[in-house]
């Protein structure tokens, strides 16, 4: 291999925009359904899918599911409408705060917290963060939270803890995918899924949350690549340049300090060196990072794999029927 650089992820944009609608128009096909429904949160994944599923399938068989929460970021939805409005498409708004509440998403979620802060309530806000990863050290999370004064306070997260918090937020993902199944199911639509081949890869998604879907039209594609995409298609200059967020925690919160060992951009190229045979030592030089870190970043793509394998299966069976599954 020669030197190693981000120019192995450049794309052949109106090449890549023809093959995805011809893959969408056939599995529709197949699937015997008149058009896609997704969710569409204002990010660059979920506004270049509804875009190129807009360009192959006409606006009119898509359509757009805004579903904020009362912890959902402000922008989210006025890009999502932003999004909808100029690529004409239908826009249903579901706010899903009351089936979160009714739920307990909210109050399972603050029981745990309250375990090591013991003052924390609905005037607080919080978020998971990543502890000593990228330092090239065993992952462990530390819980952020904020109290009404604005302070931040940080304590490490015991295992238990870190699940019930995870498990209670779950409940955001699978609700909003419950909705999309059931306006699919209305309309004799399919879902449209939209994570990236960096999410799709590390098990970066809920399963039978976010994971679940349809259609995947871009899990092939670095978040690099999606980025290029949206450019190509025309997409609002914020989304086009939005940095990408979990939109799941009350505190603004990326997605490299939840769960990458590098920020998107970096992922993306150790990603691509990890699977065409580039050494530690060759990404290190593309990164300005060191050989040592270079090794753990390439160890940690691999224990996400192991770790997250079972989110892409489908449910196991004593014997097959010869249908086939995908994950």
């Known amino acids: 291999m020669g030197e190693l650089s981000s120019r192995v992820l450049e794309l052949d944009c ?5 093959r995805i609608g011809d893959f969408l128009r056939g599995a529709l096909a197949r699937m015997h359904r008149r058009g896609v429904v997704l969710g569409l949160s204002g990010g660059v994944d979920s506004s270049v899918c509804a875009a190129l599923a807009a360009r192959a399938l006409g606006p009119q068989r898509v359509v757009a599911l805004l579903m904020p929460e009362r912890e959902s970021g402000a922008a989210s939805t006025r890009l999502g409408e932003q ?5 004409g498409l239908r826009c249903l708004h579901e706010d899903i705060t009351p089936a979160l509440e009714a739920l307990g998403c909210y109050a399972r979620r603050d029981q745990a917290i309250r375990e090591l802060f013991p003052d924390y309530g609905g005037d607080w806000k919080s978020k998971l963060a990543i502890a000593e990863g990228a330092a090239g050290r065993v992952h462990f999370f530390d819980l952020v939270v904020q109290d009404p004064r604005g302070q931040l306070q940080r304590q490490r997260l015991p295992l238990q803890a870190y699940l019930r ?13 419950n909705l999309e199944y059931h306006h699919a199911d209305a309309l004799n ?43 190509h298609l025309g997409l609002p200059r914020e989304v086009c340049e939005a940095q990408p967020t979990t939109d799941t925690y009350s505190l603004a919160q990326g997605q490299d300090e939840f769960y990458f060992a590098l920020a998107w951009p970096q ?14 030592e060759q990404l290190a030089g593309a ?8 090794r753990h970043v390439y160890a940690d793509i691999d224990a996400k794999r192991r770790g997250t394998a079972y989110l892409h299966w489908p449910a196991l069976r004593i014997e097959a029927d010869g249908r086939g599954a995908g994950a």
């Open 165 to 177: 918090i995870v498990a209670a937020t779950n409940f955001k993902q699978r609700v909003r995918k």
């Open 14 to 18: 109106e090449q890549e925009v023809r």
């Open 83 to 87: 999004v909808a409005r100029e690529l």
């Open 189 to 231: 639509y399919a879902v449209l899924g939209t994570p990236n081949r960096l999410e799709f890869d590390q098990g970066f998604f809920v399963k039978n949350g976010d994971g679940a879907a349809d259609l995947k039209p871009i899990a092939h594609l670095y978040k690099t690549q999606v980025y290029a995409l949206a450019r």
């Open 287 to 294: 990164l300005g990072i060191e050989a040592a870190q270079a």
């Open 267 to 280: 992922m993306d190229l150790a990603l691509w060196a990890r699977d065409h045979g580039a050494t530690p």
